[in-house]
């Protein structure tokens, strides 16, 4: 059954540093989102991306955080600046397009230090 | 702004004990209702959505309901392996946009 892969599944950073996380969606979806959740907190939308754009992006997106899809396959996060708050379970999802439902991948943990 | 919210927070059943997590929202126009469930240090899985009032999905022990306000998520007759985070999350009008609920975590003791 085709998934959504993200990786590391832990990332360990220091305050002020860059970091990268890394997805592969399902191979034929078109949409593609980041969301995170903060230990014990909802699931919060940070951005959508279609069509090699940014289409929606929550308030929590701001100029600290960046989206790519280098090739075919991948799609990043890029977070410049790291801050003790970025720490929390970072989930990529995609989806076709023909039909409503987000396939989520199990998440990287970013612990910010 | 758009709100979705859950209810109760956290439930506990015995085995086979059946009952129901509400979720109700606000939303300028809904574009689907999604119920998933979530394994403790996993992602979301997808369980159902639906779309418009009246609508119903069902699956094995779980039955997804939706008025103009709220949904209900009937667990019927639960046994220990359904013990998980049940979201729910709704897709506004904003095309590519995604609310989610904090979610009810179920405990479901044989």
């Known amino acids: 059954e085709p998934e959504v892969t993200q990786t590391p599944s832990h990332q360990v950073t220091q305050m002020g540093q860059e970091v990268i996380l890394r997805c592969v969606p399902i191979?034929?979806?078109?949409?593609f989102y980041w969301y995170r959740q903060i230990l014990g907190q909802k699931v919060e939308f940070l951005v959508s991306?279609?069509?090699?754009?940014?289409?929606?992006k929550s308030e929590i997106f701001d100029d600290q955080f960046s989206v790519e899809r280098p090739d075919g396959s991948n799609f990043t996060l890029k977070i410049r600046s790291t801050k003790l708050e970025d720490s929390a379970m970072y989930f990529c999802?995609?989806?076709?397009?023909?039909?409503?439902?987000?396939?989520f991948g199990a998440g990287t943990r970013l612990s910010v230090l | 702004e758009d709100q979705v919210t859950q209810s109760p927070e956290a439930l506990r059943l015995q085995e086979g004990e059946s009952s129901s997590l509400n979720c109700s929202y606000t939303?300028?126009?809904?574009?689907?209702l999604f119920w998933y469930r979530q394994d403790p240090g996993k992602g979301p899985e997808f369980l159902f959505t639906?779309?418009?009032a009246g609508e119903e999905k069902e699956k094995e022990r779980l039955k997804a309901t939706l008025t103009k306000k709220e949904s209900f998520l009937h667990i019927t007759a639960p046994k220990p392996e359904d013990s998980a985070t049940y979201l729910c999350?709704?897709?506004?009008?904003?095309?590519?946009?995604?609310?989610f609920g904090s979610g009810t975590k179920l405990n479901v003791k044989p």
């Open positions: 999802a995609s989806t076709s397009g023909q039909e409503n439902i987000q396939y």
């Open positions: 191979s034929n979806h078109l949409y």
């Open positions: 991306f279609y069509n090699n754009e940014i289409s929606e």
């Open positions: 939303v300028s126009g809904l574009r689907g």
């Open positions: 639906l779309y418009s």
């Open positions: 999350a709704v897709r506004a009008l904003e095309f590519n946009k995604f609310y």
